[in-house]
């Protein structure tokens, strides 16, 4: 890169330290302005005097000089684009299960014909596989590093998606949809740490949101493969995303955090000046970032993880991750064409499940445009609110609505009527019949624009640099425990006590989120990793209020 390191004293408020920043030329006009960075709000908007995370008077306006560099250089995007690809071969590979269940249900070789314990099985020993890959990340991310991990998980990835293509029995498919969760479970821990760390803070919020829009992009992209792929040519096209994310990450630079945190101070600085630019001044965020990095080089010890400024961002972003699994997400979107299958709908189940994944993929987008304008909590309430609604909606639909003609197909998620009621049949065009499918339309949507993006999101910005390997995956180590136990005992519930009893239970849990969300969450849009984490450091009562 050229730039070369020097010690310079410290500002007078710093004891005296030494910092090493970068020989980089000033901009022009000479020697840069002194002007103190605009006062930002408490992240939770509580009443009280404005906060100045750094006193000290930093180089030439270092959001607005960062932002501007990012937009101007692309590397970054790019990547960002290529560490997401690992989260576009998740989404794909988690709702493989919804066109491929029902073919199996009817094929003709009695080694892959599946019953219904052995499609509960199927559907849901992936979420098995990611809480392992969740757990191997709370060492993986950082003993090797954030990129590394991510290239990593390609090795299970297409082997599991090997395995399935070349099924000849129950125990490849399984083994096969095992090994494709624990890579989603890798990269789910992973990549949104990569991006968050990688990103500026003026963009951080809309790049935040490209690993859920990758994922439900890649989820969408099987939706419309199925449509025109037998289940086995499935598994051969989830090969593509796998081999392209290793070729295009090889060529990308680790995390300067990650790399400060090793001691790789010159690796770090070009990684951050190959992110931001040849035009851009990084000293003030390079600075920023190696005081935070000096302040946690030291191993979390019990002592420390007890202390409130650690605690409380992990056991938020815990609690954020436990409840997302709970609004129904990952039941709904592996039975998805099973539960149209179910219910009374206009269209075909899989015509129905199509429009379900395009809704979802049009959602993520306006979240990660809206998502540094409107700010995170108001997208959480927004979000929250609809996924309420909607799970409502289906429930009392499925309770009291019209039932269908005839079974849809055999894989219906039923075997017996709905505890005896007797419920008015559905014409095959009747208006009525198109409820299941805008109620789950409008329940992703909300998914969409909320709990799915920004929980990621704020994961990966608010838990401290010291835990946040750690607490990453044990995050997802939660998530994915809390999905198996949810998609393992969906179909169960459904056979005992009816369709409409998850609905009613998915609502209920929604409405403790919008609580949640009010009491618990805090406001990062537009403010630095170092300052979220200086204000948990603060210790303001207000952090719960």
């Given amino acids: 890169m050229g730039a070369e390191l020097r010690a310079q004293p410290d500002a007078p408020s710093s004891c005296g330290r030494t910092r090493l920043w970068p020989e980089l030329p000033l901009p022009l006009g000479g020697a840069p302005r002194q002007e103190k960075p605009a006062m930002q709000e408490p992240l939770l908007g509580a009443e009280g005097p404005d906060y100045d995370t750094f006193p000290e008077k930093p180089p030439p306006s270092p959001r607005e000089t960062t932002r501007v560099g990012a937009l101007q250089n692309k590397r970054v995007f790019l990547a960002t684009f290529a560490a997401v690809l690992g989260n576009f071969s998740f989404g794909y590979a988690l709702v493989y299960t919804s066109p491929v269940i029902p073919a199996l249900e009817h094929s003709l070789d009695p080694n892959l014909s599946l019953t219904k314990t052995q499609a509960s099985w199927f559907g849901s020993v992936f979420t098995l ?39 000849h029995g129950l125990w490849m498919l399984l083994l096969g949809r095992t090994l494709t969760g624990f890579a989603g479970g890798l990269t789910a821990a992973c990549i949104p740490v990569y991006v968050s760390e990688i990103a500026p803070a003026g963009v951080r919020g809309a790049l ?4 859920q829009l990758m994922a439900v992009f890649g989820s969408l992209s099987l939706y419309a493969l199925g449509l025109l792929l037998p289940w086995r040519w499935l598994a051969v096209a989830g090969e593509g995303p796998v081999l392209v994310m290793i070729l295009l990450l090889s060529f990308m630079p680790n995390s300067p955090r990650f790399l400060l945190s090793r001691g790789r101070d010159s690796e770090a600085l070009q990684a951050l000046a190959w992110l931001r630019g040849a035009d851009a001044d990084i000293r003030w965020e390079f600075e920023q970032i190696q005081d935070n990095v000096r302040r946690q080089s030291s191993h979390l010890s019990w002592a420390e993880a007890r202390d409130p400024h650690m605690y409380r961002p992990i056991v938020i972003a815990l609690l954020m991750r436990f409840l997302q699994q709970l609004t129904g997400i990952t039941p709904i979107l592996v039975y998805l064409q099973s539960i149209f299958d179910s219910t009374a709908v206009l269209l075909p189940p899989e015509d129905d499940a199509a429009i379900v994944g395009a809704v979802r993929l049009l ?28 799970n409502l909606t289906l429930g009392l639909y499925v309770h009291f609505g019209p039932k269908p003609l ?10 017996v009527p709905l505890g005896g009621t007797e419920q008015p049949l559905a014409m095959p065009t009747s208006y009525l019949t198109l409820v299941p499918l805008l109620a789950t339309m409008l329940f992703i949507m909300g998914y969409a624009m909320g709990w799915g993006p920004i929980t990621w999101l704020l994961m990966s910005e608010i838990l401290p640099l010291r835990a946040r390997g750690v607490a990453s995956g044990l995050c997802v180590l939660v998530s994915w425990l809390t999905a198996f136990a949810l998609t393992k005992s969906f179909l169960l519930v459904v056979n005992a006590f009816g369709l409409q009893a998850p609905f009613f239970f998915f609502a209920a ?22 300052q979220i984490e200086s204000f948990f450091r603060s210790g303001r009562r207000s952090f719960l209020r």
């Fill in 363 to 390: 959602s993520v987008l306006i979240a990660a445009l809206t998502m540094d304008l409107a700010g995170r909590k108001a997208l959480l309430f927004v979000s929250a609110a609809s996924m309420f609604a909607a």
């Fill in 208 to 211: 935040g949101a490209t690993p």
């Fill in 406 to 415: 005839t079974p849809n197909s055999t894989m219906g998620l039923e075997s």
């Fill in 509 to 530: 849990v929604c409405s403790v989120n919008l609580a949640f969300t009010g009491c618990c969450v805090p406001e990062t849009k537009g403010r630095s990793l170092e």
């Fill in 129 to 167: 596989g990611a809480a392992a890959g969740g757990l191997s990340a709370m060492v993986l991310n950082d003993l090797l590093g954030r990129k590394l991990s991510i290239m990593f998980s390609a090795v299970p990835s297409a082997a599991g998606y090997a395995l399935m293509a070349g099924a």
